[in-house]
């Protein structure tokens, strides 16, 4: 059973900064992608962030230059820095990993329960 537990999120300025964690565990060989996205009350989840297990990463374009995306792929933990964070960035954030292959079963996609960032403004 893989599990993905969030942690970071939390009430912040505007302009300040969160850094968010999410570690994957159980019998995994592999990720393929980690990704972060979001969800605003009212609307649809969105991608926020991602990067593959090589390293090359994407953005929305609301968030470029401002937050970054990083993974210890050891340690199966993906991280997200935001920084300059503004009201609209407010949103229940959810890790995802993508290509999660465990054992002999098809590689598997699963979420995290999500974790409350709130910017005031």
């Known amino acids: 059973q893989v599990q993905l537990v969030e942690s970071g999120g939390g009430l912040v300025q505007a302009g300040g900064s969160l850094r968010l964690s999410c570690a994957a565990s159980?019998?995994?060989?592999?990720?393929?992608?980690m990704a972060w996205y979001r969800q605003a009350p009212g609307k649809q989840r969105e991608l926020v962030a991602a990067?593959?297990?090589?390293?090359?990463?994407n953005y929305a374009d609301s968030v470029k230059g401002r937050f970054t995306v990083s993974r210890d792929s050891p340690k199966n933990t993906v991280y997200l820095q935001m920084n300059s964070l503004k009201p609209e960035d407010t949103a229940v954030y959810y890790c995802?990993?993508?290509?999660?292959?465990?054992?002999?079963?098809?590689?598997?996609?699963?979420w995290g329960q999500g974790t409350q960032v709130t910017v005031s403004s």
């Open positions: 990067i593959t297990r090589g390293g090359s990463t």
């Open positions: 159980g019998s995994i060989f592999s990720i393929a992608t």
């Open positions: 995802n990993a993508q290509g999660v292959v465990t054992g002999f079963a098809p590689a598997n996609n699963y």
